[in-house]
T-cell receptor, first 114, second 112 residues
Framework: EAQVTQNPRYLITVTGKKLTVTCSQN?????MSWYRQDPGLGLRQIYY???????DKGDVPEGYKVSRKEKRNFPLILESPSPNQTSLYFC?????????????FGPGTRLTVL | EDQVTQSPEALRLQEGESSSLNCSYT??????LFWYRQDPGKGPEFLFT???AGEEKEKERLKATLTKKESFLHITAPKPEDSATYLC?????????????FGKGTRLHILP
């Protein structure tokens, strides 16, 4: 089944404890992206990647890191999480390298930073 | 600054009562406009892509249209299962940096 998977689905952590949220797609898509969704602010793009070893900042990259060592995986790293990073996170992938195509979204990761 | 604005924020309709959702955008150039549906607690699900003014796409009770400044999602004779948040997103042309900008969405509730 074609899908985007994220792990973990739910995570409660404390300020400053490094964490990684994994994202994997099995559709051989070029473009991958991370978003956060907050009430009243909508979906905001954190980082995106057009290909292996190519990543770019979205609108809200501060406090986040990403890597794209393999085409299928695009992990989101929070080196020192803070409470303002409490949010619902979505990973997405798209077949076109420039992202100007439909995106397939993962199920989401609900992160709480205490 | 590139912006996407959706209206209304929320809409309650009776089953069968047709209406339209609006997505207005101010971007330097449009490479693509997208509509998604999002159910509570789930990831957005793709509905339509529109690339140029005058383009229209249809799927069941939904029809999306595009002008140079805005897009409409028309819902004809909606059913309770159409209740969801509808999101609009654009890929602007400026600098061709491939960012994707989402609006804040319209929460649609269809009453039986």
């Amino acid at each position: 089944e074609a899908q985007v998977t994220q792990n973990p689905r739910y995570l409660i952590t404390v300020t400053g404890k490094k964490l990684t949220v994994t994202c994997s797609q099995n559709m051989n898509h070029e473009y991958m992206s991370w978003y956060r969704q907050d009430p009243g602010l909508g979906l905001r793009q954190i980082y995106y990647s057009m290909n292996v070893e190519v990543t770019d900042k979205g609108d809200v990259p501060e406090g986040y890191k990403v890597s794209r060592k393999e085409k299928r995986n695009f992990p989101l790293i929070l080196e020192s999480p803070s409470p303002n990073q409490t949010s619902l996170y979505f990973c997405a992938s798209s077949p076109r390298q420039d992202g100007v195509n439909e995106q397939f979204f993962g199920p989401g990761t609900r992160l709480t930073v205490l | 600054e590139d912006q996407v604005t959706q209206s209304p924020e929320a809409l309650r309709l009776q089953e069968g009562e047709s209406s339209s959702l609006n997505c207005s955008y101010t971007v330097s150039g449009l490479r693509g406009l997208f509509w998604y549906r999002q159910d509570p607690g789930k990831g957005p699900e793709f509905l339509f892509t529109l690339y140029s003014a005058g383009e229209e796409k249809e799927k069941e009770r939904l029809k999306a249209t595009l002008t140079k400044k805005e897009s409409f999602l028309h819902i004809t004779a909606p059913k309770p299962e159409d209740s969801a948040t509808y999101l609009c997103a654009v890929v602007p042309d400026m600098n061709r940096d491939d960012k994707i900008i989402f609006g804040k969405g319209t929460r649609l509730h269809i009453l039986p």
